[in-house]
RNA sequence: GCGUCGGUGGUAGAGUGGUCAAUUACACUUGGCUGUAAACCAAGCGGCUUCGGCCUUCGGGGGUUCGAAUCCCUCCCGGCGCACCA
C-alpha cells in the first residue's frame, strides 16, 4: 500500500454514502480501488469565469476534501479555455475569451472562498489546482478530429439539453458539441483516476472516460454528485438567477438569515450535503421542533465558513432582530439634514427608485424600530431614529449638525 | 440564396391600429397570520410627479397615420422548408 493513503473502510463507507448519487462504472469496483490502498488522482472541473460560490456548490468539495484527507491526490482544474465555448449545460451560448490576468484574478478568487473546506496549504498533500488552456490550446485540428472520432452525433444528441432545444426550436450550436470533448481530453491530459462532478455533469464526465479508455486503455471513475434541490419541488435551492443562494463569502448574519429562511423541507437535505455532521446526528437533530434544527444548521454553516463565535453571535443578533424586534449590530447609517423627506433618504439609502419607496411607505413596510410605521409619502425626518423597512433592512438615520 | 414563421416586461406567454405601461401564470416585493418556514389571505410589481398628469418601453433604424407593440420599408438575430454544395 501507498504510504499516506488510508484504507478505512468505515470511512470510506462513510464517503461513498453520502451526496453521491451514482458512480461509474460500479460503486463497488469503485470501492475495492479504493480499499486497495492506491494513491488516485480525483479532479473536478470548475467554471473558470469567477462567480460568486455558493452552497450548492459546496457539496463536491466536502467531498473531494475527505478524499483528501484519505490521502488520494486532488486537482481543482479550472476551465479556463473550456470557457470560451461555455457549457451547454446552462443556457449561454457565446462567452468571450478572457485574458490570463482575468484568470488568474477568478482563481483568486474562487480558491479564498473555497479555501474554508479544501486545504491548500497541506504540507504533506495539498489540493493542486490547474488550469486546461496549458493542454487544450496546443490541441491542433488533427488531434481534434482524432479526439472526435471517437463520438458519433447521434451519441452527442441523446443529451436531454440538446433535445430539449431541439425540440422547441431553439438553435444547438455545433461548438457546443465540442465541450465534452474538451472536458473528455482532460481526464486524458491529466491521466486521472477519478473525476467528480454533479449529475449535470454526467454526460461530459462520460466524454472522458471513453476517451481514457481509448488512449490509455483505462478505467476512470465517475462520481457524480446530489445536486443541491428542494426535495418537495425538485427545484435547485441555490439559484443564481433567482438571487436567493447563500453564498459561502455571505457574512455571517446574511447566512444565519438566509438558512433560516429555507423551507423546512429542505433541512435534511442541506445538513447532508453541505455540512459534516454524521448522519447518524443529524436524524437526531431533525427530531427537534424544525425552527430548532434549522438553527442549528446555520450555526454550523457559518462556523465552516467563519467561526464558532460568529455563528453565535449571528444567531443572538438574528434572534435579537426577528424574535424581539430588535435592530441587528450593524445597520447601514445614513446623516440628512432635518426636513428631509423619507421619501429621497429611503430612495438613496437603499438604491430605490422612489416610487418604489413610495409603495413600501403606502403598504406600511417603513417604521420606526419598535414606533410607529411612516405613512405619510410626504413626512420629513425630524430626528434621529432607527427604521426598519420590510422585513430585513433596515436604516439608521442621525442628523447632520450644520443646518442645511 | 429563395420561401416561410417568429423576436413583447425576471421567465413563460397573450395582445395584431386607439379602451396598452401592455391579459394571464410563475417568480419577486410588501402587509396580515407565523417560527423572518410552509400554506393561506390581501396589495404591489418601468420611471418621475405639484397626484392632474407627464416621460420612456414591445429586436434596431426609418416610414404611414390625428394615433402603432400592432400596418409598410429596411437592417440585425433565430426556427423550419427548399435550393446550392466547388
Given at each position: 500500500m501507498a504510504d499516506g493513503v488510508s484504507t478505512d473502510e468505515q470511512k470510506i463507507d462513510e464517503l461513498l454514502s453520502r451526496s453521491i448519487a451514482e458512480v461509474l462504472p460500479t460503486k463497488k469496483d469503485f470501492k475495492e480501488l479504493l480499499l486497495s490502498g492506491k494513491r488516485l488522482r480525483f479532479y473536478i472541473g470548475t467554471d473558470a469565469t469567477g462567480p460568486q460560490l455558493h452552497l450548492g456548490h459546496s457539496t463536491n468539495y466536502l467531498i473531494l476534501e475527505k478524499f483528501r484527507q484519505l490521502g488520494h491526490e486532488i486537482i481543482i482544474l479550472f476551465g479556463d479555455y473550456t470557457a470560451l465555448i461555455g457549457d451547454p449545460t446552462d443556457k449561454e451560448a457565446a462567452r468571450v475569451q478572457q485574458t490570463p490576468e482575468q484568470v488568474a484574478g477568478h482563481i483568486r478568487d474562487w480558491k479564498s472562498q473555497v479555501e474554508k473546506i479544501v486545504n491548500f496549504t497541506d504540507p504533506i498533500n495539498p489540493a493542486k489546482i490547474l488550469q486546461n488552456s496549458e493542454w487544450l490550446s496546443k490541441l491542433s485540428f488533427e488531434n481534434l478530429i482524432d479526439i472526435a472520432s471517437n463520438f458519433t452525433v447521434q451519441h452527442m444528441l441523446e443529451r436531454d439539453m440538446f433535445e430539449k432545444r431541439i425540440n422547441t426550436g431553439k438553435p444547438v450550436y455545433l461548438h457546443e458539441f465540442f465541450?465534452?470533448?474538451?472536458?473528455?481530453?482532460?481526464?486524458?491530459?491529466?491521466?486521472?483516476?477519478?473525476?467528480?462532478?454533479?449529475?449535470?455533469?454526467?454526460?461530459?464526465?462520460?466524454a472522458g472516460r471513453i476517451l481514457q479508455k481509448r488512449y490509455y486503455n483505462k478505467e476512470k471513475f465517475i462520481i457524480s454528485t446530489t445536486l443541491l434541490a428542494n426535495p418537495a419541488t425538485g427545484k435547485k435551492l441555490m439559484s443564481k438567477s433567482e438571487g436567493n443562494y447563500i453564498a459561502l463569502n455571505d457574512t455571517p448574519q446574511d447566512m444565519f438569515g438566509k438558512t433560516m429562511a429555507l423551507p423546512d423541507g429542505v433541512v435534511r437535505q442541506m445538513f447532508i450535503d453541505t455540512t459534516n455532521v454524521p448522519l447518524a446526528e443529524i436524524e437526531k437533530i431533525l427530531e427537534e421542533h424544525p425552527k430548532k434544527a434549522k438553527m442549528r444548521l446555520a450555526r454550523e454553516l457559518v462556523t465552516m465558513y467563519h467561526s464558532a463565535d460568529a455563528a453565535q453571535k449571528a444567531q443572538d443578533d438574528?434572534?435579537?432582530?426577528?424574535?424581539?424586534?430588535?435592530?441587528p449590530d450593524e445597520v447601514p447609517e445614513v446623516f440628512v439634514f432635518s426636513g428631509t423627506k423619507y421619501l429621497e433618504t429611503l430612495a438613496d439609502a437603499l438604491h430605490e427608485s422612489k416610487s418604489e419607496i413610495r409603495r413600501l411607505i403606502d403598504a406600511g413596510a417603513v417604521s420606526e424600530v419598535g414606533g410607529e410605521k411612516v405613512t405619510d409619502v410626504d413626512a420629513v425626518i425630524t430626528r434621529p431614529q432607527s427604521l426598519r423597512i420590510g422585513k430585513h433592512r433596515f436604516l439608521n438615520i442621525f442628523l447632520n449638525i450644520t443646518s442645511k
Open positions: 465541450y465534452p470533448l474538451m472536458q473528455g481530453y482532460d481526464s486524458v491530459a491529466m491521466d486521472v483516476d477519478v473525476e467528480m462532478g454533479g449529475t449535470d455533469q454526467t454526460f461530459n464526465m462520460l438574528w434572534q435579537n432582530t426577528f424574535s424581539e424586534g430588535g435592530v
